[in-house]
T-cell receptor
Framework: EAQVTQNPRYLITVTGKKLTVTCSQN?????MSWYRQDPGLGLRQIYY???????DKGDVPEGYKVSRKEKRNFPLILESPSPNQTSLYFC?????????????FGEGSRLTVL | KQEVTQIPAALSVPEGENLVLNCSFT??????LQWFRQDPGKGLTSLLL?????REQTSGRLNASLDKSSGRSTLYIAASQPGDSATYLC???????????FGTGTRLKVLA
């Protein structure tokens, strides 16, 4: 089954404690991206990757890091989480053919930073 | 800067009604536009993808249209059902970039 898998789905942590949210896709997609969803602000892109070792900032990259060492994985790293990073996070992937095609989303990871 | 707006923010209709959801965008230089459905606590599911060269796409009871020149897209849902209750989001992929810009969604409730 084609899918994008995120872990963990729910996480409560404290300010400053490093954490990683993993994302894996099994569709051999070139493009992967992270979004955060906040009430009233919609989905905002954090980082994206066009292929292995190719990453770039989205609209709200501050406080986040990513890496793309393998095509299927695109982890999101919060080196020193702060309460304003409490949000619902989504990973998405897509095939690239001239441009970005249909986006496939993971189920989301709800993060609370105390 | 591309901005995507969805009006209304929320909508309640009785079962069986045909309805139209609206999406407008400020920059017509788009590569494609997608409509998504999001159920509470869940991820987004792609419903329809319209390339910039297309005028509409259909899937079952759903029909999406695209008018690039006016910066508008509509999602038409025929014979609505309670199972259609969800938040519907549109997103545009701007030419020359590698990102989708999302609207804030229309929360639809279909009453039995």
């Amino acid at each position: 089954e084609a899918q994008v898998t995120q872990n963990p789905r729910y996480l409560i942590t404290v300010t400053g404690k490093k954490l990683t949210v993993t994302c894996s896709q099994n569709m051999n997609h070139e493009y992967m991206s992270w979004y955060r969803q906040d009430p009233g602000l919609g989905l905002r892109q954090i980082y994206y990757s066009m292929n292995v070792e190719v990453t770039d900032k989205g609209d709200v990259p501050e406080g986040y890091k990513v890496s793309r060492k393998e095509k299927r994985n695109f982890p999101l790293i919060l080196e020193s989480p702060s309460p304003n990073q409490t949000s619902l996070y989504f990973c998405a992937s897509s095939h690239v053919a001239g441009g970005i095609g249909e986006l496939f989303f993971g189920e989301g990871s709800r993060l609370t930073v105390l | 800067k591309q901005e995507v707006t969805q009006i209304p923010a929320a909508l309640s209709v009785p079962e069986g009604e045909n309805l139209v959801l609206n999406c407008s965008f400020t920059d017509s230089a788009i590569y494609n536009l997608q409509w998504f459905r999001q159920d509470p606590g869940k991820g987004l599911t792609s419903l329809l993808l319209i390339q910039s060269s297309q005028r509409e796409q259909t899937s079952g009871r759903l029909n999406a249209s695209l008018d690039k020149s006016s910066g508008r897209s509509t999602l038409y849902i025929a014979a609505s059902q309670p199972g259609d209750s969800a938040t519907y989001l549109c997103a545009v992929f701007r030419s020359g970039t590698y990102k989708y810009i999302f609207g804030t969604g229309t929360r639809l409730k279909v009453l039995a």
